[in-house]
């Protein structure tokens, strides 16, 4: 069953106008705001950096109903810019509808006028497929897509299969809830690590294409969630909604869940070495077929020992040390088949999702995870344990350059504004550029797409210039592939005035880097982007 209604007259009737004309834009009606009138030919100064202390014309709106203020500068230059904007993770309420319609109508007004490509729609299966399984309540993300496409912004749907939050926190989505009840019966549906600590954010891929899930298997749902998303949103595909993201593990990434993806977020992250999850019994029987087919009896019975616990030095373990396990005949045969079943599992969701969205014109997404803080050791433990096998001496995102490449598949990432001075006063063997170079230059090597973005809210000019020289390391020489940034994320934070200002400056320079014309000093007047240059940009991720 699918509730998938029209958006309500409420909304519909809020707007005066089609869609924005490269000419001039008309009056517009919104919800409890005043009406204003906009001309496009006027003769439009430049916003840079530098001056987004002195802008002083804003719109001004009161408070709604106890939502904040928005006070937004009007950027007057013309739309182009590949930049996407994540809405906020609480855009909807428990039961799937919009929160606060006001406020996120008149943002994404002000994104539209910004010159902002489009927004990043996480859409959360927990949320859609709630209560029942093939039962999918598409209402409140179809309202979103309606009101974008009134403002003319593209939209890319993140299709998130895994929990957000925990519990008992204010933005917690958890998965189905007759998932949950599934794996209350199955406990082995669940990750498990050495100590027998379930964790629930994703199902383990090691139940794959089993039926586990009221007699179909994980892939068959999700594959059956992106149908129902498909034929629900037919009219929408590849005219407003142009790329779909596939989420393939805990927060959106493909990797494993090694640390919880709410510590993620925490100051001490950088010394975590995490924890390799293959210890419920369907990865356990996996990785013994595998031992038995090797004839290494032995080495199917657990994963690695001597991983020392999470806040160890990792040459303080016997498996992380520079001359340690990890690169022994054992080491490398575990983690050929804890990162081959990662790969497995991404390849399943390509292939799943080729099969969905072909013909439709939307681009297809994956996002991989920044696990930084041990690249500068020999055996980089942190990429490890989430099921990237990259050490000193081989290469663990080739391959997964390669498999997206086979199928078509964007590559998505984050940390773009992180700066390895900044990581090394927390932890000295952290290189967030570092890790950021090789992936990109694994993307190059395949010809993948590149979708960048940031990790966090950060609008001060030297993060900004760091986004500009990332971007610019993979598409300064390249005509043929193509870049789009997705910042994160639309909130409060993102219209204050100051760094509105900063924003829509840096929404304009980050479409010159994409033209393979910008200069890395944002307070420097850029010439005219080349019509020579990229001639077409995949949308921007979407996650943090």
């Avoid at 739309?79 to 996407?84: A, D």
């Avoid at 008149?106 to 859409?123: C, N, P, Q």
């Avoid at 040459?315 to 022994?328: H, L, M, Q, R, Y």
Wanted: some cysteine; proline content about 4%; aromatic content about 12%.
């Amino acid at each position: 069953m699918v509730i998938a209604f029209s958006s309500p007259s409420s909304i519909s009737t809020s707007f005066n106008y089609n869609a924005r004309s490269k000419h001039t834009i008309g009056f517009v009606q919104f919800p409890s705001i005043s009406t204003f009138c906009l001309s496009s030919n006027r003769s439009l100064p430049r916003i840079t950096i530098s001056s987004c202390q002195h802008s002083s014309k804003f719109h001004h709106i009161n408070e709604l109903d106890n939502e904040f203020l928005h006070e937004l500068p009007i950027p007057r230059w013309h739309r182009g810019s590949k930049v996407f904007v994540t809405l906020p993770f609480d855009t909807l309420d428990s039961q799937g509808k919009i929160k606060k319609l006001k406020v996120l109508t008149y943002s994404l007004k002000s994104l539209s006028l910004a010159g902002v490509e489009g927004i990043v729609m996480e859409v959360y299966w927990g949320l859609v497929e709630k209560y029942l399984p093939l039962s999918y309540d598409w209402r409140g993300y179809l309202e979103i897509v309606a009101l974008a496409r009134h403002f003319g912004l593209k939209v890319r749907a993140v299709l998130a299969f895994h929990e957000l939050g925990v519990a008992g926190s204010s933005c917690w989505i958890p998965l189905p809830y007759w998932v949950r009840h599934a794996m209350l019966e199955e406990p082995d549906m669940a990750f498990s690590d050495r100590f027998g600590r379930k964790n629930k954010e994703y199902i383990s891929f090691g139940c794959d294409v089993l039926p586990v899930l009221k007699g179909r298997s994980p892939i068959q749902t999700y594959s059956d969630f992106m149908k129902s998303f498909r034929d629900t949103f037919k009219e929408y595909l590849g005219i407003t909604v142009t790329g779909v993201q596939v989420g393939m593990g805990p927060a959106g990434e493909l990797r494993y869940p090694s640390c919880p993806s709410h510590k993620l977020a925490s100051s001490w992250r950088t010394r975590e070495l995490g924890e390799f999850h293959c210890y419920d019994k369907y990865m356990l029987a996996s990785l013994n077929a595998c031992a038995q087919n090797m004839g290494m009896h032995e080495w199917g019975n657990s994963g690695p020992l001597g991983t020392g616990n999470l806040m160890h030095n990792p040459e303080e373990t016997k498996f992380f040390k520079s001359d340690g396990s990890w690169n022994t005949p054992y080491g490398r045969f575990f983690l050929e088949w804890y990162s081959g079943m990662l790969l497995l599992h991404g390849e399943r969701l390509c292939m799943a999702a080729e099969n969905v969205f072909w013909g439709t014109g939307v681009s297809i997404s994956t996002k991989l995870a920044g696990m930084h803080w041990h690249y500068r050791t020999d055996s980089h433990p942190s990429e490890l344990t989430a099921g990237y096998y990259n050490t000193s001496v081989r290469d663990g995102y080739l391959p997964i350059a390669r498999m997206l490449a086979k199928y078509g598949v964007t590559m998505c990432c984050t940390w773009f504004e992180l700066l390895d001075s900044d990581e090394k006063e927390v932890h000295p063997h952290s290189s967030p550029e570092g890790l950021l170079r090789q992936i990109l230059l694994a993307a190059r090597a395949c010809d993948l797409p590149f979708d960048g973005g940031n990790s966090g809210e950060t609008f001060n000019e030297r993060s900004l210039q760091q986004v500009l020289r990332m971007t610019k390391f993979y598409s300064e020489g390249l005509d043929e592939l193509f870049f789009s940034f997705n910042f994160v994320r639309m909130g409060k934070t993102l219209f204050d005035r100051q760094n509105w200002a900063c924003f829509t400056a840096f929404v304009q320079e980050i479409s010159r880097v994409g033209n393979v014309q910008a200069k890395l000093n944002l307070r420097v007047q850029l010439s005219a982007p080349s019509t020579s240059t990229i001639k077409r940009t995949r949308t921007g991720i979407a996650y943090c």
